[in-house]
């Protein structure tokens, strides 16, 4: 089975939990709770009926809009300079936009986020989004490279 959809807007990433003390109680509260369930609500037409099961491949694609200083000015007003790059190579960084698609999603579109063994992510500009493809993966027979010292596993595409 395949999932795959696109969430229009900023990608978002995952804020570090936070720790209050009052009095003798120590607590804790995630930051984010609001802004992953905002994002779920907005993936929710997508849901699987039942969580999917088994190994999972996630493919996400975070696009951030480009900022000013990439135009032009003048007559190249609105022209895209030669030197603007084509990935966002500034932050958030990409391993708290993963965590975060995956903490949204976790229960709803899948039982549990270790259920995701391959991950290919992307952070480049464009039309501010998030494009997410999860694929249930089939069980692997091991390549018939079989050596007893180490099990190879091929690579996914």
Same mark, same amino acid.
């Given at each position: 089975?395949?999932?795959?959809?696109?969430?229009?807007?900023?990608?978002?990433?995952? +804020? *570090?939990?936070?720790?209050?003390?009052?009095?003798? /109680? $120590?607590?804790?509260?995630?930051?984010?709770?609001?802004?992953?369930? !905002?994002?779920?609500?907005?993936?929710?037409?997508?849901?699987?009926?039942?969580?999917?099961?088994?190994?999972?491949?996630?493919?996400?694609?975070?696009?951030?809009?480009?900022?000013?200083?990439?135009?032009?000015?003048?007559?190249?007003?609105?022209?895209?300079?030669?030197?603007?790059?084509?990935?966002?190579? +500034? *932050?958030?960084?990409?391993?708290?936009?993963?965590? /975060? $698609?995956?903490?949204?999603?976790?229960?709803?579109?899948?039982?549990? !986020?270790?259920?995701?063994?391959?991950?290919?992510?992307?952070?480049?500009?464009?039309?501010?989004?998030?494009?997410?493809?999860?694929?249930?993966?089939?069980?692997?027979?091991?390549?018939?490279?079989?050596?007893?010292?180490?099990?190879?596993?091929?690579?996914?595409?």
């Amino acid at each position: 089975m395949t999932i795959e959809f696109t969430v229009p807007g900023n990608p978002q990433a995952l +804020k *570090r939990h936070k720790h209050f003390k009052r009095g003798d /109680f $120590v607590g804790t509260y995630d930051p984010s709770k609001n802004d992953k369930a !905002d994002f779920l609500a907005k993936c929710m037409e997508f849901r699987p009926e039942q969580p999917l099961l088994g190994a999972l491949s996630i493919r996400l694609l975070f696009t951030f809009s480009r900022p000013s200083m990439h135009y032009g000015t003048g007559r190249n007003e609105g022209r895209l300079k030669d030197s603007a790059p084509g990935y966002h190579i +500034k *932050r958030p960084d990409l391993d708290n936009l993963i965590k /975060f $698609v995956k903490d949204a999603l976790n229960g709803v579109f899948y039982r549990d !986020d270790s259920q995701i063994v391959f991950i290919k992510a992307i952070k480049k500009y464009g039309h501010p989004s998030v494009k997410i493809k999860i694929d249930q993966l089939e069980e692997m027979p091991w390549t018939t490279t079989y050596n007893h010292q180490q099990k190879e596993i091929p690579y996914v595409t």
